[in-house]
């Protein structure tokens, strides 16, 4: 028997809703960031202590690594199948000198930006502007009569990544500086990089082996490559929602410190990351 005619009634394909499993709520102040940090970027905003050797540098041999700050969102929307933040990044970077006999501060970079974020899923954007300034430590400039330099910037960058589950992250973006000093300072950057996680976390203590590798190439330094690389292991939940990250790193290029941003270094070294 034929079957009978009349209008077709489709059932209509419910809409995908927000993947929020890694991004919390919406509204104010929702916690967590949809764009996860950059594990192995030299400036990325978060709480750390870190020792460092240099290798063959004039200035430095062990070194103190400590940085004070965080990423925050401010408020958080669901629009279409993505959702959309406004946040805060705000950040000291300090360097100290641990062979003197007061632990000198060698170098402090102070950060502060808005980033505008959007995630999809897997894959998440992040369209920040944001000022850095720098400033040698008063004992280490009385100490070599280091030629200060006044070195301070505003900057846009846009950073795209996509994540492939929990195992593996490819990232990459550009930059450009403006308001610059000095005037000479050349404006444009790009970034790319790379984060692995195991398959296999332990289930019982909560962590997991990761590594990464972060690259920098800018205008300044004729575009040659400034390359940290960190690997160790992540713990889960510590003081509920922190991950706390042990991880050796390595580095070489051209100082991420702002001061000696002209230099060239190389070092190692272990240190303790927090993220919120």
Known sequence: MPPPRGPIHRRRRPRRRPDTRLSGSSGSLPGGVLFKPLIADPRWPHFSATWQRYIGDAKLKDAGSATFGES??????????????????????????????????????????????????????????????????????????????????????????????????????AGYLFDREPASLEPFSIQYGAEVASPWPSRAARWRPIAAVDVQNRQENAWSADVSARAGIQIDGVLLTQNLQILFEYFTGHSPNGQFYRDRVSYFGIGAHLHF
């Open 72 to 173: 925050f969102s401010f408020y958080r929307v669901a629009l279409g199948s993505g959702l959309w933040e406004i946040g805060l990044h705000a950040a000291v970077f300090a360097v100290f000198n641990l062979d003197g006999n007061s632990t000198e501060l060698v170098n402090a970079d102070y950060m502060v930006g808005i980033p505008l974020t959007y995630r999809y899923e897997g894959f998440s954007a992040m369209l920040r502007v944001f000022h850095q300034s720098s400033h040698l430590g008063d004992e280490f400039l009385l100490r070599t009569s280091t030629e200060r330099i006044n070195v301070r910037y505003e900057s846009v960058d846009l950073k795209l990544s996509y994540e492939f589950g929990d195992l593996f992250r490819l990232y990459a973006g």
